[in-house]
């Protein structure tokens, strides 16, 4: 079936907002998940019967702080990047603003030969 332009459109917007949520809550999980781990195994019986006399369970916790430490610098450089990308945008649309206003035309100069 054919549909018309609008619900082509319409069902686009739709289908990447249902993206963005899922993109949104995968982050969610993904961030909240190592901080379970460190919460719930915090408090752990170490156990020293491995080689080195480490314990297993702290090495994976330092695991999941290290890949806290990473996510976090990069979710701060990526909204630092959206931010000047916005701020960049207003400028630039300001500036087309005056462009525009300051021409000749806009400000009825006579042209005499």
Known sequence: MCCTQKNCINSRNIKKRVIALIFLVC?????LLPEVFILTHANHDHDRKSLDNSCSICAKIQ??????KQFRSAT???????FMHI???????????????LTLVALKVRMNN
């Open 63 to 68: 695991d999941a702080e290290s890949i806290l």
């Open 27 to 31: 982050f969610v999980i993904v961030s």
């Open 87 to 101: 701020f960049s945008i207003l400028v630039l649309t300001y500036f087309r603003c005056q462009a525009i206003s």
């Open 76 to 82: 701060k450089i990526t909204v630092f990047a959206l």
